[in-house]
């Protein structure tokens, strides 16, 4: 008995870059790059995703755990491998579903459909992408809101984004909302700054909202960008995707058998 895995991967590649997962099993390219499984970008979004990779049920509930080990690979244009920071990803024993991720978050495990949430169950990941200017080393920078996902408006429980120097000002983060658990489809949201002393500074203004299409099924992909302090009205339409899985996925546009279904709504 196999697994079906679906993999999504939020990665900044320049053009002519390839996005590869590269992992311990032979079906990821044994750690070799070049033998990776490619990733197909989603248009009009930073996604890449593949589908129906086929992974044994032995092998996820076995005892060698580095055999579950993977990560995403940049391969540049002119030469090259960037390989994620961090630790190595590890596939949790789930059931057939999707895998999301952003490039480089090694450290945070992937956000999946388990077995109490299965890929027709209502659900979404929220990747976070936000510009803050206004912190000092040490400081963090929340996503707050509404629902429990993002820590019911207690800014010790959001969803802490992440930069680096390389990309500051710029901060990312992801998270899984459960429809179930957050209880409805639209929620309310803010960025908060978390100072070293442990002062919250909230940004000024009306709350940030948002709506999911949760009733359609599948797993939908919101990217939401926002500027620390600028009016939620000034960001923008938010990019989303819907994630399907079928026995033969494919992507739209009439691509192969095996890839995975990434709609732009």
């Known amino acids: 008995m196999a697994c079906e895995l679906h993999f999504a991967v939020d990665a900044d590649a320049r053009e002519g870059d390839e996005v590869r997962l590269v992992g311990a099993l ?34 996820l509930d076995g005892d060698v755990e580095e055999a579950l080990e993977f990560k995403f690979v940049i391969l540049r244009r002119g030469g090259g491998v960037r390989w994620e920071a961090g630790p190595n990803r590890r596939l949790a024993a789930v059931s057939s579903g999707w895998v999301v991720a952003r490039f480089g978050s090694t450290a945070c495990a992937p956000l999946h459909n ?34 429990p996902s ?13 930069t680096s120097p390389e990309h500051f000002p710029e901060w990312r983060g992801t998270v899984r909302l459960d429809a179930i658990a957050d209880g409805a489809s639209d929620f309310y949201w803010k960025l908060a700054i978390c100072r070293a002393g442990g002062e919250v500074e909230w940004e ?21 960008s926002a500027h620390f302090g600028a009016s939620p009205a000034s960001t923008g339409a938010p990019c989303s995707l819907r994630l399907h899985a079928s026995p033969a996925p494919r992507l739209l546009g009439g691509m192969g058998r095996g890839e995975a279904l990434g709609k732009a709504l």
């Open 114 to 147: 388990g077995p109490e949430r299965p890929l027709h169950s209502p659900g979404a990941v929220l990747l976070f992408r936000a510009i803050c200017a206004d912190t000092l080393p040490g400081e963090t920078l929340q996503v707050v809101g509404s629902c």
């Open 26 to 59: 032979p079906q990821f390219g044994s750690w070799n790059p070049p033998h990776g499984v490619v990733m197909k970008s989603v248009p009009e979004s930073p996604l890449f995703t593949c589908g129906a990779l086929c992974v044994p049920r032995s092998v």
């Open 150 to 162: 993002l820590g019911a408006w207690d800014p010790s429980r959001g969803v802490t984004l992440s």
């Open 204 to 224: 000024q203004g009306a709350d940030r909202s948002t709506v999911l299409g949760l009733e359609h099924g599948g797993l939908e992909v919101r990217i939401l």
